[in-house]
């Protein structure tokens, strides 16, 4: 009967202990699915703010084309060819901003 007590004592102490154990691998998984779905949403937004900002780069080079080619001044004569005064261009549109 005294081993029988022993025995269950035993087994409780080890029940409660992995139980705990338990508690915190959950607690821990939890968190670790919070974080990754932070990550994720971050990403998302990363990935939107990119799209957003590659459209703008081509809008702004499409721009920079329609004005660089069709505006005169813009040109100059030089050894014998033409050179497109990209950097006066660029200027005009950071001013404007």
């Known amino acids: 009967m ?5 025995r269950i004592n035993e087994l409780t102490i080890q029940v409660t202990s992995l139980s705990g154990d338990k ?6 998984f939890q968190s670790m699915h919070t974080d990754m779905n932070d990550a994720l949403n971050a990403r998302r937004a990363a990935d939107e703010r990119a799209d ?4 703008e780069v081509n809008r702004l080079t499409e721009e ?5 080619f069709t505006t005169p ?3 100059f004569f030089y050894d014998g060819r ?4 990209i ?3 660029l200027d005009a549109m950071l001013t404007e901003q």
């Open 87 to 89: 950097f006066n261009v």
């Open 73 to 75: 001044q813009n040109w």
């Open 2 to 6: 005294n081993d029988a007590t022993t």
């Open 23 to 28: 508690r915190r691998m959950e607690a821990d």
């Open 82 to 85: 033409f050179y497109l005064i």
């Open 52 to 55: 957003r900002l590659q459209m």
């Open 64 to 68: 920079l084309r329609q004005v660089s």
